[in-house]
């Protein structure tokens, strides 16, 4: 019969002995692979030569002895399962005639025709565990599927299974009746629409009405509140086409990323001559229709949160307004106030930079989750406000490195920005006497035709690129404008 013929089971490393032969950098590999998804296994490493690396990845398992000496028959005595990690041919097989005449199973780095079982790629979210096999014939494949599965399955599956352990655990009546009340209640997670998208009727029509009304009523106050606005309709200032331009590469750039375009955007009106209050300003507004856009279009691919959405919702919205009444009540005073913003966003900048040369593999240790989601949301979106940006910097990255899935914290972070960037904005309207129309208007009409295009590409492109690009124009732009301030000063 053609296809693999394999037959997977998941063993309890913590019931049985394993032995691992060779302790180099394969046996490293073989190693932890156990050990991360079995901490507790019992496992006894003989190796001739000790990797440093795998001692001290050893001792940090009290189930894990690791033996210096060469190989012996009688090495197996009390072994339940082999795994060896040598390149030793003629040790090889040995080993795999001493496993079949004691009736062991054993497993051969790299050499599949020795092996009696394969270790496989896997994925974990929680409870859930998945083993991949392409039968020994690529485990290249296999950890490239694993990458797949990883980013695409989200984190909150594991929630999923406990409220079923849950559910299963209330339920009565015969083994049929339990199936078929399960089955009735995770049938949501297999029924679609036509064009392959969860039904969520309600909630979809409410956020899309919601992005329109919201603009509406921005607009809608500016003409009756702003005569200038009116003026710039009527007259357009060719500043605003630079704006129009810049606001649709740092669009293009946040959707790729996930976050600097405030901080590109601040930077950028700041050296153009705009105060720190009105550039925050001009940089929410424009936030409210892209990110409104971006947001939808996330929710149209899957890639929200909720749970996460409603966490940082309330807080975010209460710390945005707060820093906005601050920065605009200090309006009158932005040639002392710019610098300090020029000061945050060379940081943020630095940030930025930083991070883009630290950006881990895939397939790195996770950190565990962050907890404090609510007062994450309150400083972001506090100091979003003050500094005209930081929102994606400070708590999309700090989401992201608590271990959360990237797709949907990205997704989530995007639409929960649409109302933090509406309320600030309504603060900064009501604070100020607005004015630079021009260079709102650009970023928001740029912004706004970027956002749909980013959505799609976000996924497309090599964060850790842009990332160093943007870390570095911010660094520049901003030490540009501080150097200005001191020579003023001079």
Same mark, same amino acid.
């Given at each position: 019969?053609?296809?693999?013929?394999?037959?997977?089971?998941?063993?309890?490393?913590?019931?049985?002995?394993?032995?691992? @032969?060779?302790?180099?950098?394969?046996?490293?590999?073989?190693?932890?692979?156990?050990?991360?998804?079995?901490?507790?296994?019992?496992?006894?490493?003989?190796?001739?030569?000790?990797?440093?690396?795998?001692?001290?990845?050893?001792?940090?398992?009290?189930?894990?002895?690791?033996?210096?000496?060469?190989?012996?028959?009688?090495?197996?005595?009390?072994?339940?399962?082999?795994?060896?990690?040598?390149?030793?041919?003629? /040790?090889?097989?040995?080993i795999?005639?001493?496993?079949?005449?004691?009736?062991?199973?054993?497993?051969?780095?790299?050499?599949?025709? =020795?092996?009696?079982?394969?270790?496989g790629?896997?994925?974990?979210?929680?409870?859930?565990? &998945?083993?991949?096999?392409?039968?020994?014939?690529?485990?290249?494949?296999?950890? !490239?599927l694993?990458?797949?599965?990883?980013?695409?399955?989200?984190?909150? $599956?594991?929630?999923? /299974?406990?409220?079923?352990?849950?559910? !299963?655990?209330?339920?009565?009546?015969?083994?049929?009746?339990?199936?078929?009340?399960?089955?009735?209640?995770?049938?949501?997670?297999?029924?679609?629409?036509?064009?392959?998208?969860?039904? !969520?009727?309600?909630?979809?029509?409410l956020?899309?009405?919601? +992005?329109v009304?919201?603009?509406?009523?921005?607009?809608?106050?500016?003409?009756?509140?702003?005569?200038?606005?009116?003026?710039?309709?009527?007259?357009?200032?060719?500043?605003?086409?630079?704006?129009?331009?810049?606001?649709? *590469?740092? %669009?293009?750039?946040?959707?790729? +990323?996930?976050?600097?375009?405030?901080?590109? %955007?601040?930077?950028?009106?700041?050296?153009?001559g @705009?105060?720190?209050a009105?550039?925050?300003?001009?940089?929410?507004?424009?936030?409210?229709?892209?990110?409104?856009?971006?947001g939808?279009?996330?929710?149209?691919?899957?890639?929200?949160?909720?749970?996460?959405?409603?966490? $940082?919702l309330i807080?975010?919205?209460?710390?945005?307004?707060?820093?906005?009444? /601050?920065?605009?009540?200090?309006?009158?005073?932005?040639?002392?106030?710019?610098?300090?913003?020029?000061?945050?966003?060379? +940081? =943020?900048?630095?940030?930025?930079?930083?991070?883009?040369?630290? @950006?881990?593999?895939?397939?790195?240790?996770?950190?565990?989750?962050?907890?404090?989601?609510?007062?994450l949301?309150?400083?972001?979106?506090?100091?979003?406000?003050?500094?005209?940006?930081g929102?994606?910097s400070?708590?999309?990255?700090? $989401?992201?490195a608590?271990?959360?899935?990237? !797709?949907f914290?990205?997704?989530?972070?995007?639409?929960?920005?649409?109302? @933090?960037?509406?309320?600030?904005?309504?603060?900064? *309207?009501?604070?100020?006497?607005?004015?630079h129309?021009?260079?709102?208007?650009?970023?928001?009409?740029g912004?706004?035709?970027?956002?749909?295009?980013?959505?799609?590409?976000?996924?497309?492109?090599?964060?850790?690129?842009?990332?160093?690009?943007?870390?570095?124009?911010?660094?520049?732009? %901003?030490?540009?404008?501080? &150097?200005?301030?001191?020579?003023?000063?001079?």
């Amino acid at each position: 019969m053609e296809g693999n013929q394999l037959f997977p089971v998941f063993l309890k490393l913590n019931t049985i002995h394993t032995v691992l @032969i060779g302790a180099g950098p394969i046996g490293l590999e073989k190693l932890s692979a156990m050990l991360n998804n079995s901490p507790q296994a019992n496992i006894t490493v003989v190796g001739l030569t000790i990797l440093p690396e795998l001692q001290a990845f050893a001792d940090d398992y009290e189930g894990v002895k690791v033996i210096q000496k060469a190989f012996e028959p009688s090495d197996l005595d009390d072994a339940d399962l082999i795994v060896v990690a040598t390149n030793n041919a003629v /040790l090889n097989e040995e080993i795999r005639v001493l496993a079949s005449s004691r009736n062991l199973l054993a497993n051969f780095a790299d050499k599949p025709d =020795l092996c009696d079982f394969y270790l496989g790629s896997i994925v974990t979210k929680g409870d859930l565990k &998945i083993a991949i096999s392409t039968n020994g014939k690529s485990p290249t494949i296999a950890k !490239r599927l694993k990458e797949v599965l990883n980013d695409s399955l989200p984190d909150e $599956l594991n929630d999923t /299974l406990q409220y079923m352990q849950a559910l !299963r655990n209330t339920l009565n009546g015969d083994f049929t009746s339990k199936v078929k009340r399960l089955n009735e209640v995770t049938s949501s997670l297999v029924e679609q629409k036509d064009d392959k998208e969860i039904s !969520r009727p309600n909630l979809k029509w409410l956020i899309w009405l919601a +992005i329109v009304f919201s603009f509406a009523i921005v607009v809608t106050v500016f003409w009756h509140k702003e005569p200038e606005f009116q003026t710039f309709v009527a007259n357009i200032n060719p500043m605003f086409y630079w704006f129009l331009l810049g606001g649709f *590469i740092f %669009s293009m750039i946040d959707g790729a +990323i996930g976050m600097s375009y405030g901080v590109t %955007s601040t930077s950028f009106s700041i050296a153009m001559g @705009i105060p720190p209050a009105s550039a925050s300003m001009g940089v929410h507004l424009s936030e409210i229709l892209s990110n409104g856009i971006a947001g939808w279009m996330h929710y149209r691919f899957g890639n929200i949160n909720w749970k996460l959405f409603k966490l $940082l919702l309330i807080p975010g919205i209460l710390g945005a307004v707060s820093g906005a009444y /601050l920065l605009s009540s200090l309006e009158h005073y932005s040639n002392y106030t710019k610098p300090f913003v020029s000061l945050y966003t060379l +940081i =943020l900048g630095c940030v930025i930079l930083s991070k883009s040369l630290k @950006i881990k593999a895939k397939g790195a240790a996770k950190k565990s989750k962050i907890k404090k989601i609510s007062l994450l949301g309150a400083f972001g979106g506090f100091i979003d406000a003050v500094g005209g940006g930081g929102w994606g910097s400070i708590v999309l990255s700090t $989401l992201i490195a608590g271990g959360r899935s990237p !797709r949907f914290s990205l997704g989530t972070v995007k639409i929960t920005r649409f109302f @933090i960037a509406l309320m600030s904005s309504l603060t900064f *309207i009501t604070m100020l006497n607005g004015k630079h129309w021009e260079a709102v208007g650009g970023l928001v009409i740029g912004s706004a035709l970027a956002s749909p295009i980013a959505a799609r590409v976000s996924n497309k492109i090599s964060a850790k690129a842009i990332m160093l690009s943007v870390g570095v124009i911010v660094i520049l732009v %901003s030490l540009n404008s501080i &150097i200005k301030f001191i020579l003023k000063l001079v």
